[in-house]
């Protein structure tokens, strides 16, 4: 069945990099999608990329997609503070439905 | 930046008793979602509601849920006698193409004693 897996927990320090990843078992999805929870908050749709597509590039945010793993990954270049927040990994295919990873709480330190 | 708003932030209900969630979408949004996420659990899919109808829904909207869009602005999910397993954050969600691109409200945390 659909499943979406995530690690739990990702610690990095400030200005480094960070890699979220993220494997799904439905290769017929068709969008990946990657959102972000800060405390308090609802969940911020941060990019998606297209199943048809390797590499998403939006400003700091680098998204990976290896269909063939089925492995997404999300990159944080420059990792700030701000960046701490639960990031969760979405698939859709032809449906109205997001199913979602279990989220990866992402922790800067100075 | 428009965004999508729900009303109460958190509500406590009686088990048995009837709640009603409200959401209000991205104002040329067509397209509307409620979600959950149980403490600790995954989020999970609910319903998508568009042309006041239901689209899709999944196994957990039984017939103890229902979902309203009672006026242009508002889009509700009613629980008719709730459970204590229906405890959990509820997130409506809006978009303006049909199951792309969904923007979540900040959620109302339900509890049921």
């Known amino acids: 069945g659909e499943d979406v897996e995530q690690s739990l927990f990702l610690s990095v320090r400030e200005g480094d990099s960070s890699v979220i990843n993220c494997t799904y078992t439905?290769?017929?999805?068709?969008?990946l999608y990657w959102y972000k929870q800060e405390p308090g908050a609802g969940l911020q749709l941060l990019t998606y990329?297209?199943?048809?597509?390797d590499m998403k590039q939006d400003q700091r945010l680098t998204v990976l997609l290896n269909k063939k793993d089925k492995h997404l990954s999300l990159r944080i270049a420059d990792t700030q503070t701000g960046d701490s927040a639960i990031y969760f990994c979405?698939?859709?295919?032809?449906?109205?439905?997001?199913?979602f990873g279990t989220g990866t709480r992402l922790q800067v330190f100075p | 930046e428009p965004e999508v708003t729900q009303t109460p932030s958190h509500q406590v209900t009686q088990m048995g008793q009837e709640v009603i969630l409200r959401c209000v979408p991205i104002s040329n949004h067509l397209y509307f979602y409620w979600y959950r996420q149980i403490l600790g659990q995954k989020v999970e899919f609910l319903v998508s509601f568009y042309n006041n109808e239901i689209s899709e829904k999944s196994e957990i909207f039984d017939d103890q849920f229902s979902v309203e869009r009672p006026d242009g602005s508002n889009f509700t999910l009613k629980i008719r006698s709730t459970k204590l397993e229906d405890s959990a954050m509820y997130f409506c969600?809006?978009?303006?193409?049909?199951?792309?691109?969904?923007?979540f409200g900040p959620g109302t945390r339900l509890t049921v004693t």
């Open positions: 990329i297209f199943s048809n597509m």
């Open positions: 969600a809006s978009s303006d193409r049909q199951g792309h691109e969904q923007y």
């Open positions: 979405a698939e859709r295919y032809n449906t109205d439905k997001l199913i």
């Open positions: 439905d290769s017929s999805s068709t969008y």
